[in-house]
């Protein structure tokens, strides 16, 4: 079992930037690790992801504003999203695990809202 814990949330105005954090309970060096959002009344969506082989996987809204890491020696996934946009306001998640296989890791959400 893996506990996924996302912090750095919050307010922020139109082409500011924050830095989420998911600090994992377990060891990460297998998992493939991605951050996902849900606005309200949509859908969740793949925002970034990190697979355990290095590649890398954005949405094409958040390319070149949005850059993934992790760190498998701390256990711990970043995403640094510059130049918000209103549309980038949602619950933003931590996800892990393997694609086709079970189980899968879900952090609670911190919500991200831009606003002026």
């Known amino acids: 079992q893996v506990q996924l814990v996302e912090s750095g949330g919050g307010l922020v105005q139109p082409g500011g930037f924050l830095r989420l954090s998911c600090a994992a309970s377990?060891?990460?060096?297998?998992?493939?690790m991605a951050w996902y959002r849900q606005a309200p009344g949509k859908q969740r969506e793949l925002v970034a992801a990190h697979t355990r082989g290095g590649t890398f996987n954005y949405a094409n809204s958040v390319k070149g504003r949005f850059t993934i890491s992790r760190d498998n020696a701390k256990n711990q996934v970043g995403l640094q999203m510059n130049s918000l946009k209103p549309e980038d306001t949602g619950v933003y998640y931590c996800?892990?695990?393997?694609?086709?296989?079970?189980?899968?890791?879900w952090g609670q959400g911190t919500q991200v809202t831009v606003s002026s």
């Open positions: 996800h892990a695990g393997i694609p086709g296989r079970l189980p899968v890791y």
């Open positions: 377990g060891s990460i060096f297998s998992l493939d």
